[in-house]
């Protein structure tokens, strides 16, 4: 079993930055790759940044590239998602996953958080 817990979401204004984190826990021994996808109301959830679970490759969506950060903790049992340069068209629930392996597809990923609200305007 694996918990995956999201906090860090909140109210910015266009061009400010947040930085969003994932704590996962259970009582499990497996490695996973972890995920950020995002949904913004009327939308579908749409994959926003991964990393496997050394840390060592990492993807993004191609509308956050170069503004977002995914990371892991040294323990890689917390991830990171910073975010830069925040538009309001990144206004969205937030929600990070583990999974088997890194990628941009929902399936891959078995645990999900309850999201975290990420609000971006004026």
């Known amino acids: 079993q694996v918990q995956l817990v999201e906090s860090g979401g909140g109210l910015v204004r266009p061009g400010g930055s947040l930085r969003l984190s994932c704590a996962a826990s259970g009582r499990t021994f497996s490695s996973y790759a972890m995920g950020w996808f995002r949904q913004a109301p009327g939308n579908e959830r749409e994959f926003v940044a991964a990393i496997s679970w050394s840390g060592g490759s990492t993807y993004y969506t191609d509308s956050v590239k170069g503004r977002f950060t995914i990371s892991r903790g040294g323990a890689r049992n917390t991830v990171y998602l910073e975010m830069n340069s925040l538009k309001p068209e990144d206004t969205a629930v937030y929600y990070c996953?583990?999974?088997?392996?890194?990628?941009?597809?929902?399936?891959?990923?078995?645990?999900w958080g309850q999201g975290t609200q990420v609000t971006v305007s004026s």
């Open positions: 996953a583990a999974g088997s392996t890194a990628s941009r597809d929902e399936y891959r990923y078995a645990y």
